[in-house]
């Protein structure tokens, strides 16, 4: 699986747009790019996950370029209960392994 | 619906002492993992299943083994507890290979004394 680099730590204001940034350079062409979230010392969640295109649900946005090679999670409306550690995953296709690795992720911190 | 149930919450363990930490899925998914959680860390995976009857090793396997009997449980055993085993333990399952959304369990928090 490709490895991915994430800023460490990002703070936002509540009411405000959250947009954290994840490089993965040496993604291949059947990987997709993963967000999940791990709020104090609960079990992660899963957010939102995309291949090319850019992919929207309830909780969030996911854009990613067009060379694939970066791509930025969107809270739309920050609330302070989006303060989490948010990670992002790249992986092998919907028939890939289940060997799914997790860094350190950015530690997302809302501010009223 | 439960969906990802661990048990215990929390454990202290002796040097050397065996154990196992329960997991189980009430969502008939095929593939259930066990990752740990050291502070400052990411999670690393441990072992994984794809079905019953079926385990493989993830990153961290040492010290630790699985069995796949049924869809629903997958635990993970011990078997001589070392104090670099202190950790938070989650299990995760999914549905097959369409789904990939990963379902996590509330995770164990071990000490190993």
């Known amino acids: 699986d490709a490895k991915t680099t994430q800023p460490t730590s990002m703070d936002c204001a509540e009411g405000r747009a959250a947009n954290l940034p994840c490089n993965h350079s040496?993604?291949?062409?059947?990987?997709?790019v993963y967000w999940y979230r791990q709020i104090h010392s609960q079990g992660p969640q899963y957010i939102i996950h995309?291949?090319?295109n850019n992919e929207t649900n309830e909780m969030a946005s996911l854009i990613i370029t067009e060379d694939r090679k970066s791509s930025t999670l969107i809270l739309p409306h920050a609330t302070l209960r989006d303060t989490a550690v948010y990670y992002c995953?790249?992986?092998?296709?919907?028939?890939?392994?289940?060997?799914?690795?997790f860094g350190t992720g950015t530690r997302l911190t809302i501010i009223p | 619906n439960a969906g990802v149930t661990q048990t215990p919450k929390f454990q202290v363990l002796k040097t050397g002492q065996s154990m196992t930490l329960q997991c189980a899925q009430d969502?008939?998914?095929?593939?259930m993992s066990w990752y740990r959680q050291d502070p400052g860390m990411g999670l690393r995976l441990i072992h994984y299943s794809v079905g019953a009857g079926i385990t493989d090793q993830g990153e961290v396997p040492n010290g630790y083994n699985v069995s796949r009997s049924t869809t629903e449980d997958f635990p993970l055993r011990l078997l001589s507890a070392a104090p670099s085993q202190t950790s938070v333990y989650f299990c995760?399952?999914?549905?097959?290979?369409?789904?990939?959304?990963?379902?996590f369990g509330s995770g164990t928090q071990l000490s190993v004394l």
């Open positions: 969502m008939n998914h095929e593939y």
């Open positions: 995953i790249v992986r092998g296709g919907p028939f890939g392994n289940e060997k799914l690795t």
């Open positions: 995309g291949l090319k």
């Open positions: 040496t993604i291949s062409g059947n990987e997709y």
């Open positions: 995760a399952s999914r549905q097959g290979r369409r789904n990939e959304k990963l379902f």
